[in-house]
């Protein structure tokens, strides 16, 4: 007797694989490596976005939030751009590789060929890489007489960027440099043209049959602001400056949404894992919410930032985290996520997050996470557990607005001798110093301090060829200046 439903029940199974064979995104989904975006806002407050408390539309990245895990204690590496954004790429304290400070065009500054990126890392892998926005970590394009690595010398197979900001401003920016070559005038707002390109890449260049690794490093809301006059009406309330600024935060959600429906279009959404983040504290006075400081200062306002992850099925959805992470957590996850190997011959500062956010399991940290900036006064920061050390040095000492010959003595010699505590958890704007009410916490965190700072500036290189001190660029009493008004700010 013919057995009709189990010969059918096969030619379904046989149709059912080939189905799924001639189906690239539903099977490479399930079979290939984790892929990996990172987006980054340039100088964007904690305060800012919309699932921060603030009242920029945002609902893109407050989405995004929804559907992972939002972190109120997440810091940047250093509260200006380049350390930070090296912090980023490499795991570790931007001072050990002796990027001190924001590079300014024509500086020998740079990150040193010897670093490993996240990008090298991974492309050890398999994936294809790729970055698309503002790079800040070297000259772009190459500058004969500098040398410095290149975005394909450090990881990246493909690139679209600008050496720092969008110029003259983020519409009709004249500054990309597409894989070596400059692009000239290009019509538009800068973070549209960067998801212009990450579509542009995916129709062009992407391999389905590989895992890939973006990163987006938006230019928005850095100075000088352009925005869409139809997005500033959206803010009839605020000031010209204080709407154009919140619509330049606003267009540059609307690019990241453009960005997180192509992967949903192409079914990549869901083996996908998303770091968002901005790259230091703003600039803007009401942006970094409670937090004491602006950017480039040591302040809380000057570096803990917005930060979320999230990855569809393996990381909670909605979850609020107080637990403290930093940039130099994202290579050491990203590589215990991806089966990369972290580099064992450089200390790594970071420490893999993958464990607590799948499962919440507690996170362990060998040493505290520490910023040095020289630039600002304070010029130090640590924090260990729940409580955080300032450090400055002698206030009389002049700063250049960019590293100089006069600053490398400085940042290899100097040495704190004043220090303020502080419990964040009890108080985030950082008004009431403990130093003298709880001198063994002082002392244990002093003695935390001095291990790890002498560690760092031992490794940070001593850069030569730097430019001469010029006095009138010296920067230190509008520093003063500026902390002084933040502090009014506060009090008011």
Same mark, same amino acid.
């Not at 590079?103 to 024509?106: E, S, V």
């Given at each position: 007797?013919?057995?009709?439903?189990?010969?059918?029940?096969?030619?379904?199974?046989?149709?059912?694989?080939?189905?799924?064979?001639?189906?690239?995104?539903?099977?490479?989904?399930?079979?290939?490596?984790?892929?990996?975006?990172?987006?980054?806002?340039?100088?964007?407050?904690?305060?800012?976005?919309?699932?921060?408390?603030?009242?920029?539309?945002?609902?893109?990245?407050?989405?995004?939030?929804?559907?992972?895990?939002?972190?109120?204690?997440?810091?940047?590496?250093?509260?200006?751009?380049?350390?930070?954004?090296?912090?980023?790429?490499?795991?570790?304290?931007?001072?050990?590789?002796?990027?001190?400070?924001y590079?300014?065009?024509?500086h020998?500054?740079?990150?040193?060929?010897?670093?490993?990126?996240?990008?090298?890392?991974?492309?050890?892998q398999?994936?294809?890489?790729?970055?698309?926005?503002?790079?800040?970590?070297?000259?772009?394009?190459?500058?004969?007489?500098?040398?410095?690595?290149?975005?394909?010398?450090?990881?990246?197979?493909?690139?679209?960027?600008?050496?720092?900001?969008?110029?003259?401003?983020?519409?009709?920016?004249?500054?990309?440099?597409?894989?070596?070559k400059?692009?000239?005038?290009?019509?538009?707002?800068?973070?549209?043209?960067?998801?212009?390109e990450?579509?542009?890449?995916?129709?062009?260049?992407?391999e389905?049959?590989?895992?890939?690794?973006?990163?987006?490093?938006?230019?928005?809301?850095?100075?000088?602001?352009?925005?869409?006059?139809?997005?500033?009406?959206?803010?009839?309330?605020?000031?010209?400056?204080?709407?154009?600024?919140?619509?330049?935060?606003?267009?540059?959600?609307?690019?990241?949404?453009?960005?997180?429906?192509?992967?949903?279009?192409?079914?990549?959404?869901?083996?996908?894992?998303?770091?968002?983040?901005?790259?230091?504290?703003?600039?803007?006075?009401?942006?970094?919410?409670?937090?004491?400081?602006?950017?480039?200062?040591?302040?809380?306002? !000057?570096?803990?930032?917005?930060?979320?992850? %999230?990855? +569809?099925?393996?990381?909670? &959805?909605? =979850?609020?985290?107080?637990?403290? @992470?930093?940039?130099?957590?994202?290579?050491?996850?990203?590589?215990?996520?991806?089966?990369?190997?972290?580099?064992?011959?450089?200390?790594?500062?970071?420490?893999?997050?993958?464990?607590?956010l799948?499962h919440?399991?507690?996170?362990?940290?060998?040493?505290?996470?520490?910023?040095?900036?020289?630039?600002?006064?304070?010029?130090?920061?640590?924090?260990?557990?729940?409580?955080?050390?300032?450090?400055?040095?002698?206030?009389?000492?002049?700063?250049?607005?960019?590293?100089?010959?006069?600053?490398?003595?400085?940042?290899?010699?100097?040495?704190?001798?004043?220090?303020?505590l502080?419990?964040?958890?009890?108080?985030? !704007?950082?008004?009431?110093?403990?130093?003298? %009410?709880? +001198?063994?916490?002082?002392? &244990?965190? =002093?003695?935390?301090?001095?291990? @790890?700072?002498?560690?760092?500036?031992?490794?940070?290189?001593?850069?030569?060829?730097?430019?001469?001190?010029?006095?009138?660029?010296?920067?230190?009493?509008?520093?003063?200046?500026?902390?002084?008004?933040?502090?009014?700010?506060?009090?008011?």
């Open positions: 007797m013919f057995r009709y439903k189990p010969f059918f029940l096969s030619i379904g199974l046989i149709l059912s694989c080939f189905h799924f064979s001639c189906n690239p995104s539903s099977t490479i989904a399930q079979k290939q490596s984790p892929n990996i975006l990172i987006i980054l806002a340039d100088d964007m407050g904690y305060g800012d976005l919309g699932c921060y408390g603030g009242i920029t539309r945002t609902p893109n990245i407050d989405a995004l939030a929804s559907r992972g895990i939002r972190f109120t204690h997440c810091y940047a590496g250093a509260p200006n751009c380049s350390p930070s954004r090296v912090s980023l790429m490499t795991g570790r304290i931007p001072a050990r590789s002796g990027m001190y400070s590079r300014p065009p024509k020998v500054m740079h990150l040193p060929d010897e670093e490993i990126t996240i990008a090298e890392r991974l492309k050890a398999g994936y294809q890489t790729a970055h698309m926005g503002k790079w800040h970590l070297g000259c772009l394009p190459q500058d004969p007489a500098l040398k410095h690595p290149q975005p394909d010398q450090q990881g990246f197979d493909y690139s679209l960027g600008t050496e720092n900001n969008a110029m003259p401003s983020h519409l009709n920016p004249v500054n990309f440099v597409r894989n070596g400059e692009i000239g005038e290009t019509d538009g707002y800068s973070c549209q043209l960067v998801a212009d990450v579509t542009s890449w995916f129709e062009q260049h992407y389905a049959s590989r895992p890939f690794f973006l990163y987006v490093p938006f230019h928005e809301p850095h100075a000088k602001i352009a925005s869409p006059p139809e997005l500033i009406a959206h803010y009839p309330d605020q000031t010209p400056k204080d709407a154009a600024y919140f619509a330049n935060i606003e267009n540059m959600d609307l690019a990241t949404g453009r960005i997180l429906t192509l992967l949903k279009e192409k079914g990549l959404d869901k083996n996908t894992m998303i770091f968002f983040a901005s790259d230091n504290g703003s600039y803007r006075m009401g942006s970094n919410g409670e937090l004491r400081g602006l950017k480039g200062g040591v302040y809380e306002g !000057g570096m803990r930032i917005p930060g979320i992850f %999230s990855f +569809p099925g393996m990381f909670p &959805e909605g =979850k609020v985290s107080d637990l403290p @992470i930093w940039f130099q957590d994202v290579l050491p996850t990203v590589c215990d996520l991806t089966g990369a190997s972290v580099p064992k011959d450089r200390p790594i500062d970071g420490v893999p997050l993958l464990s607590y799948k919440g399991t507690a996170v362990q940290r060998t040493q505290p996470m520490l910023w040095f900036f020289y630039r600002s006064s304070p010029e130090i920061a640590l924090r260990m557990g729940d409580y955080n050390l300032i450090a400055r040095v002698n206030d009389t000492i002049p700063r250049t607005h960019w590293i100089a010959d006069r600053d490398m003595p400085f940042i290899k010699q100097l040495q704190p001798d004043f220090f303020e502080y419990h964040l958890p009890n108080d985030p !704007g950082q008004q009431q110093d403990l130093a003298a %009410s709880e +001198p063994e916490k002082l002392a &244990e965190m =002093k003695a935390a301090f001095v291990k @790890i700072f002498e560690e760092v500036r031992e490794e940070g290189p001593f850069w030569e060829g730097l430019p001469a001190y010029d006095p009138k660029k010296a920067n230190h009493n509008k520093h003063k200046e500026f902390l002084r008004n933040q502090d009014r700010f506060l009090n008011r």
